[in-house]
């Protein structure tokens, strides 16, 4: 007899993949069908015993119908005494088999009919008692989930927390109990209905062989062979079902000896992995019901080759969601969730909010998307691609949070000079034309800034009494400066400052695209994703950098100083500027060794817009040096009402007045 191939794994119980649910409901879909043939069968085998047992009455009822015959009074004279003597012998004989049918119909009903009843009440029944158990653990753990995945970050109640993780873990292990249960009852019903589905076949064959030893040895002889076999098939399959009995409660035993810890969520022992190029797991996906409700599904997410894949309970396979193939990846704070992150198509059109369940998880996930990102994994190996490559980002990238200076005695000359521009002896022997190497545009190892802090003197500067604050919007007070009147172009735009850095150019906009890379690289790596709002505003004469809330500046520069500029070729809200300085501590140079720094944006709308607008506000600026051809260059640009400041036509909206209206439209987007 072969044995059972097809079996639930109990490891798998644990993690409840809808893999394991998968292959969960074709156990069940044989159980049901299991059960509605059970059914029929017993209605079968009842049918048969039914008619053997009315043929033991019928056969009752014949021989004393033989024997009533004597003792009837013919009218026209008693019956013949051979007849009578002859019924007499055919109902002792209809007699001896009424006994015999008897009996067979009592060993129909102990060896074919009662086996088949007690695998129906014992065994189908009990699958139908633990699924339901099962199905109320699922819940409950569900629930249990659902409010953990509402425990709110900002104010967080350490009480509150610990009960919940307690509730997880107990509605877990409750889950895990039962599943383990269920498991082990469907593995075993693979077994028993074997058993089941032969034994009362063996019951009615004794019965019959029984019956007819009476009176036919011949064919009790000729049935033996087959009851011998029946019979040791039957023993074999019940040495089988107790061995693996025996395995499965030695597994369960070992399964649920773990520490709890296994069962409460954000409760990590082993350390992040970073190098990670496949992932697979719950989250909860954020999903929008209407125009301002949204609604958090936890689903089952995967990676397969470049794609993020999403196969929800019940689903035979997966569906991709998302092409992650240059994507980008980012924290972010939604609805007071903890652990959200989001991943965004190289388009920007296309986006999702996920949360994982622990910070390992959360940082796992961040890690691998952004792996994947790279396509890392059309790599030969790409395990140790990704390996190597996360060990040169640790050592290339230092974070600091300021910009303090390096003190002097710095062992790295290069990384002490931001702006200090390297020339290697090979750069001279390259072709002209030839594509920069990222060393010759940024040195290895230079420090990124990764957010703008205003000093506090400077703060106090611009909001002790008699202070102004900028306003970004273009509107002046009549005691306002007159350099301010001289600028013709005033516009504001929402931008998030990601980093900055010095580079070793300013002539190649290839510095800029690697400063970007670099940038968002390290934010992955470190796990720095926050990042603070600002407006830009561009003028005519200078780049600034505004707080929205105190409208303090944070940083300005000269747009004399910005030598390039240019957004991201496929992620357009990116984009970024050159700034070119001097350094005079050598003292060596009259003018200064040149220095400089590239500054990295992200912003709300397309990062083209801003770069056309600081390429208009250069043209004003050389136009300046020539009357008529300032004239001819205002003379095809609108104006507002007061002939003061550009209005620049966009392609996402209408013409501002001021910078005004463009601050609103990038705030809303």
């Known amino acids: 007899m072969p044995a059972v191939h097809h079996k639930l794994l109990l490891e798998d119980a644990l993690q409840d993949s809808p893999q394991t649910r998968s292959l969960l409901s074709v156990f069940e879909e044989d159980a049901g069908m299991l059960t509605n043939y059970t059914n029929q069968l017993l209605q079968s085998l009842q049918r048969v015993f039914g008619a053997q047992s009315e043929m033991g009455l019928a056969t009752e009822q014949l021989s004393k119908q033989l024997l009533e015959y004597e003792k009837k009074n013919f009218a026209l004279g008693k019956g ?84 919940l993780v307690k509730e997880v873990a107990y509605t877990r292990r409750k889950q895990h109990q039962a599943s383990l249960q269920y498991y082990c009852a469907l593995n075993a019903l693979q077994y028993r209905k074997r058993i089941a589905m032969l034994e009362p076949m063996l019951g009615y064959t004794q019965a019959q062989i029984s019956f007819f030893k009476k009176g036919i040895e011949l064919v009790s002889k000729k049935m033996d062979n087959c009851i011998s076999s029946v019979s040791k098939n039957t023993q074999n399959i019940q040495a089988q079902l107790d061995a693996e009995a025996e395995l499965m409660r030695g597994s369960q035993r070992e399964l649920l000896s773990v520490d709890d810890s296994v069962y409460m969520p954000d409760k990590d022992t082993e350390p992040v992995n970073r190098t990670l190029v496949q992932k697979a797991g719950y989250l909860n996906i954020r999903n929008k019901t209407g125009l301002v409700t949204t609604a958090w599904d936890r689903l089952f997410f995967f990676t397969q080759g470049g794609n993020l894949m999403c196969q929800p309970r019940g689903a035979v396979a997966g569906g991709m969601v998302l092409d992650l193939d240059n994507s980008s990846v980012m924290a972010v704070d939604c609805e007071d969730r903890r652990y959200c992150f989001q991943i965004t198509s190289p388009s920007g059109k296309t986006s999702m909010i996920l949360q994982a369940e622990s910070k390992r998880e959360y940082e796992e996930w961040i890690c691998t998307v952004n792996n994947i990102s790279r396509q890392i994994y059309l790599t030969d190996n790409p395990e140790a691609v990704a390996i190597r490559l996360n060990q040169t980002a640790i050592q290339a990238v230092t974070p600091i949070t300021s910009f303090e200076k390096r003190p002097e005695g710095s062992p790295n000359p290069d990384r002490a000079k931001p702006g200090g521009v390297f020339v290697s002896s090979s750069d001279s022997q390259k072709p002209p034309g030839a594509a920069p190497e990222p060393e010759d545009l940024i040195a290895p190892g230079t420090p990124i800034q990764f957010d703008i802090m205003l000093p506090a003197t400077e703060f106090q500067d611009q909001n002790r009494a008699g202070g102004r604050r900028t306003n970004p919007f273009g509107e002046t007070d009549d005691d306002c400066s007159t350099g301010s009147d001289d600028s013709l172009l005033q516009q504001v735009f929402v931008v998030r400052f990601l980093g900055s850095m010095a580079v070793r150019c300013g002539t190649n906009q290839e510095v800029i695209y690697e400063a970007m890379r670099q940038v968002l690289a390290a934010r992955a790596i470190h796990n720095i994703f926050r990042t603070t709002e600002s407006h830009l505003m561009v003028t005519s004469s200078s780049l600034r950098l505004i707080d929205p809330q105190t409208q303090v500046t944070r940083i300005s520069f000269q747009l004399r100083d910005v030598c390039q500029f240019a957004s991201h070729q496929e992620n357009t809200r990116l984009m970024g500027f050159v700034v070119e300085s001097r350094d005079w501590s050598d003292g060596d140079s009259e003018e200064g060794q040149p220095s400089f720094s590239a500054f990295v944006f992200e912003s709300n709308t397309e990062g083209e817009k801003i770069c056309y607008t600081i390429s208009l506000a250069k043209d004003i600026t050389e136009a300046k040096k020539d009357p008529e051809a300032l004239a001819q260059l205002m003379k095809n640009m609108p104006l507002t009402n007061d002939g003061k400041f550009l209005l620049l036509e966009t392609e996402t909206g209408d013409a501002t007045n001021g910078g005004g209206e463009e601050e609103l439209s990038e705030s809303e987007a």
């Open 80 to 163: 013949d005494e051979e007849v009578i003597h002859t019924l007499q012998n055919f109902a002792k004989t209809v007699g001896e088999l009424n006994a015999l049918h008897s009996e067979l119909a009592t060993q129909m009903a102990d060896g074919m009919v009662f086996p088949m009843i007690q695998f129906r009440e014992k065994d189908l029944t009990e699958i139908s008692t633990l699924k339901e158990i099962f199905g109320i653990a699922t819940d409950e753990h569900e629930a249990a989930m659902v409010k953990y995945s509402r425990l709110p970050k900002k104010k967080e109640n350490e009480k509150l927390k610990s009960d």
